[in-house]
């Protein structure tokens, strides 16, 4: 994975950050979607009313909960055609609510991203990104965002505009846990005798 993959990555989860409500999201990079595809975040959100509104219109809305989001980062044209070409698997399978390409600025065309999809690329400033195509809205059901919610929940989790990797915190916490078990071990053994 390049810095630029990984930069759009944080860039892709920033970005929803800020069209989410206070409860924020739950997000992940990584997430193991179906066999062969590892989605490169994916995202767990309520959406501000304003960006919420934008489906309200489509067919079979109701209001959610929780919205899920996918993002699929393409650093390369080739990247983008494995894909998204013809051939491309993953312009007819929608396991989120929301699904994005992320690329850099001008890397695809509008036309060219699929029916479902949303297009986000980097903005001119190179500061954040642009959402260039709105996504259509996906309805799924609710064992398929549980099955999602639990993915997330063993990957990296995203909150408050950082990540937090689950593997190493939790690693961290059991050493300060047996350390403070053998602290108390230490010290009950000493009052003990």
Request: with cysteine; hydrophobic share 40%.
């Amino acid at each position: 994975m390049t810095n630029v993959h990984r930069d759009l990555q944080y860039k892709s989860l920033i970005w929803l950050q800020g069209r989410a409500t206070a409860r924020g999201i739950r997000a992940a990079i990584e997430v193991s979607i179906a066999e062969n595809w590892i989605a490169d975040a994916v995202a767990l959100f309520n959406l501000q009313a304003r960006f919420h509104d934008r489906f309200a219109k489509q067919k079979r809305y109701k209001l959610l909960i929780y919205y899920s989001g996918l993002f699929e980062i393409k650093v390369s044209r080739s990247d983008f055609q494995k894909d998204f070409g013809n051939s491309g698997l993953k312009g007819k399978e929608y396991p989120c609510n929301l699904h994005w390409i992320v690329t850099p600025h001008g890397l695809v065309k509008e036309s060219e991203v699929p029916k479902y999809w949303g297009l986000l690329e980097v903005s001119k400033s190179k500061r954040g990104l642009t959402e260039v195509k709105s996504p259509l809205f996906v309805e799924q059901s609710w064992p398929t965002l549980h099955s999602l919610a639990d993915s997330i929940l063993w990957k990296n989790d995203f909150r408050a505009g950082g990540f937090w990797d689950r593997e190493r915190s939790t690693k961290k916490f059991l050493e300060e846990s047996w350390a403070r078990q053998e602290l108390k071990l230490e010290f009950d053994s000493g009052t003990c005798f």
